[in-house]
């Protein structure tokens, strides 16, 4: 009798366990819930800036007249595409696009359309969302205008063709239709913009600004009504309208230049267009004079992660290493100092992001002359340029009848990069025998031929850049190490 409770009872333990079981893998069948992926929406940033718009307008009243539009490249993308934004023709106009992606970068380029056409574009900016204060400059002389754009332009004005009715900038008459030409006096506008001054700057030294025609080498002083100091305003109230110039800036103690800015090229009437100076006039041997500070500030787009900070490198001529200048939070605006620089001295200088103090990006390296103020180091926080490889001595060609060698040097191609800085001087560093920015060519490598003195030594670097059209030293990575080649005697 036991045992049959017993038997009894396993059983329906038994069915007890096995309808649990079934239970368990129905309810799996047939009531799992979805798993419903959430995707997280990209967050939206907004790119700003100016248009910087020097030389020639549409004159007032012509329908449709001119237009600015800008284009957007992602990274990575092959070709740009129009934005649609309404940005104003004007000397200073401003834009602001709220579509971008935040950390994603750019390549950001407007054009400028006269009567539906596009006359041109202006240089290529990279840049990491979000950003502001990001300029976009226009040149446009009056050769780059159709010619029947030009007569339409006429010919909307019509007998109200004078100086008096035409707006500054404006388009000068060309010959009419019918073979007559209506003669007009070409009132001269200006091209004005401010100084950015670096090194020692003796008490008696004075400023010549120089300008000549592009395409014409000959260079001849407009104006040297300038007051010697950093960010002082400059003016030359001469140029010809729709005219492409080549100006720079000499600095002149006596009859010795002290100092040179590097060549700009702009339209007229232009304004707020900076030359950069350094001088090499050396202080004299007085303690006031044997610290100077450099200063300026950090323009960071992009986003920036937790427990950020920037620190301000330095580096002289012929050193490996960078010298922590100062470190400084990481925002958007923030002012740097570095106070122990030595009056006269030239320095390499950059800017690093760091996260938990691990390099993440970095800014383009400026060589200066301390003191020197306004110096701006820009930060993508997600691109970083790394300066190029070293440059080589290919040959040094057949001794020439004067006892030179034409040495020719070799500049390696970086990825991506669309420009270069050559230098070449007779110290590490230097660019005291040439100096020059060019566009990346067509073949695998950049070359140069140079005349080299026998048995003497040169140093040689170059720096990349991925924009199209360079404007700025912050443009560039640093430079490479300055490698030293010479040529037989």
């Not at 000499?250 to 030359?275: C, F, H, K, M, W």
Request: with cysteine.
């Amino acid at each position: 009798m036991t045992s049959s409770r017993l038997l009894l009872g396993f059983s329906i333990l038994f069915v007890s366990i096995v309808i649990v079981i079934a239970a368990i893998i129905f309810s799996r069948a047939f009531f799992t819930p979805k798993v419903v992926e959430i995707s997280t929406p990209t967050e939206t940033a907004i790119i700003s800036g100016t248009i910087q718009y020097n030389g020639v307008r549409p004159v007032m009243g012509s329908e449709p007249g001119g237009r600015v539009v800008l284009y957007k490249r992602a990274w990575g993308d092959a070709e740009f595409t129009e934005l649609p934004l309404d940005v104003p023709l004007a000397a200073e106009a401003t834009w602001s696009w709220n579509g971008a992606e935040s950390g994603r970068t750019y390549e950001l380029q407007a054009g400028v359309e006269f009567l539906g056409r596009e006359i041109t574009r202006t240089n290529v900016i990279m840049v990491t969302a979000p950003a502001s204060g990001e300029q976009l400059t226009f040149n446009v002389s009056e050769d780059q205008i159709p010619e029947d754009i030009l007569i339409l332009e006429k010919e909307r004005l019509g007998e109200h063709l004078t100086d008096e009715v035409l707006p500054t900038p404006k388009l000068i008459a060309l010959p009419n239709p019918d073979g007559t030409t209506t003669q007009t006096t070409i009132t001269p506008v200006a091209i004005s913009g401010r100084l950015n001054l670096s090194g020692y700057i003796p008490p008696t030294a004075q400023l010549a600004l120089r300008a000549s025609k592009e395409g014409i080498d000959a260079f001849q002083v407009v104006t040297t009504d300038i007051e010697v100091k950093d960010n002082a305003v400059w003016v030359w109230p001469e140029a010809q309208s729709g005219q492409r110039y080549r100006l720079i800036l000499e600095l002149r103690q006596g009859d010795v230049i002290v100092g040179r800015s590097p060549e700009v090229i702009v339209a007229a009437p232009a304004t707020n267009q900076y030359l950069q100076l350094t001088s090499t006039a050396q202080p004299p041997a007085q303690p006031q004079y044997e610290r100077a500070a450099i200063v300026g500030k950090i323009d960071l787009n992009g986003p920036v992660a937790n427990n950020s900070t920037i620190l301000i490198l330095q580096r002289r001529p012929g050193d490996k290493e960078y010298q922590v200048a100062a470190r400084i939070p990481a925002a958007d605006g923030q002012s740097w100092s570095f106070d122990d620089a030595t009056a006269g001295s030239e320095y390499e200088m950059t800017a690093a992001l760091q996260v938990n103090e691990n390099n993440t990006s970095s800014a383009n390296a400026v060589t200066l002359t301390a003191p020197a103020s306004n110096i701006v180091f820009r930060i993508n926080t997600n691109i970083s340029l790394d300066a190029p490889g070293q440059p080589s001595l290919l040959t040094c060609g057949s001794k020439k009848g004067d006892g030179k060698w034409p040495a020719e040097i070799l500049f390696s191609h970086v990825q991506n990069a669309n420009s270069y800085w050559l230098q070449v001087g007779t110290e590490p560093g230097k660019n005291t025998i040439y100096n020059e920015r060019r566009s990346r060519s067509k073949s695998n490598e950049e070359k140069l031929i140079l005349d080299f003195e026998g048995n003497k030594t040169y140093y040689v670097r170059y720096a990349q850049a991925q924009c199209t059209d360079c404007r700025s030293d912050q443009d560039y990575s640093g430079f490479s190490e300055s490698v030293q080649m010479s040529c037989p005697n």
